[in-house]
């Protein structure tokens, strides 16, 4: 595997620092459709970047989706550095552009970070604006952050540890298998079908390549994923964009509590 990548994030991460004042963050969250609101209730914001800023960055390429970089006090004294400036795999970047906000939050200190999602869910009792833990991935992207002969373990991705203590602060909480998927496009009812049989219950176009990058980078990893819609073929009504940010909407105030309350507990 080249430094090349690498290099980059720390150059990024030495931006943070001197943008910021801020040497070192604790926690690193990214945000996903349906929880930008989340950062709002988690501590003070004491600066906002534009991720256009911070080298190897881009621009936000989704509607829903916040192109900032936000560096939160908690009130446990915790510093939350706040990626709201997710590359997608389908935006066509490369793997290295997918992963570069984790290894940039790993370089900036971080030791834990919490991946946020909007996905489809297979399950039908996960009514659209349900949270779900993710307890394990399937990358179906046929892609890997990791060059060369990176042989990294990845069992207990998903942080035992952290989906505890989400537990104890709703204990209604239940976990699911996401599987990625590329995107830009959702799956035929066909592809969700399949999906099922091969052990998924989420299935969405982030979070696996990122998660992987974390574990690599020595990060603990938390997901979770909020079902704006359920998968195709599994509702009677196609899919759209529309509905997704509909379900963040009004979902939005307490799965941004939820998230408050875990990362106030990290
Ligand atoms: I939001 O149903 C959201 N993202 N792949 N499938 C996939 N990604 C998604 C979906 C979905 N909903």
């Known amino acids: 595997m080249t430094t090349e990548p690498f290099d980059l994030a720390e150059q990024a991460a030495s931006k943070i620092a001197e943008l910021t004042g801020v040497a070192s963050h604790d926690v690193a969250l990214v945000l996903g459709s349906g929880w930008g609101g989340a950062a709002d209730l988690i501590g003070e914001t004491?600066?906002?970047?534009?991720?256009?800023?911070?080298?190897?960055?881009?621009?936000?390429?989704?509607?829903?989706?916040?192109?900032?970089?936000?560096?939160?006090?908690?009130?446990?004294?915790?510093?939350?550095?706040?990626?709201?400036?997710?590359?997608?795999?389908?935006?066509?970047?490369?793997?290295?552009?997918?992963?570069?906000?984790?290894?940039?939050?790993?370089a900036a200190g971080a030791g834990i970070l919490v991946l946020t999602n909007g996905c489809g869910g297979l399950n039908p009792q996960w009514t659209p604006g349900t949270p779900v833990l993710i307890s394990d991935h399937i990358n179906l992207t046929a892609a890997s952050p990791l060059e060369g002969a990176t042989f990294v373990d990845l069992t207990d991705l998903y942080s035992p540890r952290i989906r505890d203590i989400a537990r104890t602060v709703d204990s209604s909480?239940?976990?699911?298998?996401?599987?990625?998927f590329t995107g830009p496009h959702y799956e035929t009812p066909a592809e969700v079908?399949?999906?099922?049989?091969?052990?998924?219950?989420?299935?969405?176009?982030?979070?696996?390549?990122?998660?992987?990058?974390?574990?690599?980078?020595?990060?603990?990893?938390?997901?979770?994923?909020?079902?704006?819609?359920l998968a195709a073929g599994i509702s009677e009504t196609p899919l759209s964009h529309a509905e997704v940010i509909e379900a963040g909407q009004a979902a939005g105030e307490r799965i941004s509590r939820l998230l408050a309350e875990i990362l106030g507990k990290l």
């Open 46 to 106: 004491t600066h906002t970047l534009n991720a256009t800023d911070i080298p190897g960055f881009s621009a936000p390429a989704v509607e829903g989706h916040v192109g900032t970089i936000r560096s939160i006090l908690t009130p446990q004294g915790k510093r939350v550095l706040v990626l709201g400036a997710r590359t997608h795999f389908y935006e066509g970047y490369g793997v290295r552009s997918v992963v570069h906000g984790v290894r940039t939050a790993a």
């Open 173 to 180: 909480l239940e976990e699911g298998v996401y599987a990625q």
């Open 193 to 229: 079908r399949y999906a099922k049989t091969i052990g998924a219950n989420l299935v969405g176009m982030s979070t696996a390549l990122e998660a992987i990058a974390a574990r690599h980078a020595g990060m603990e990893v938390f997901g979770m994923s909020l079902v704006t819609n």
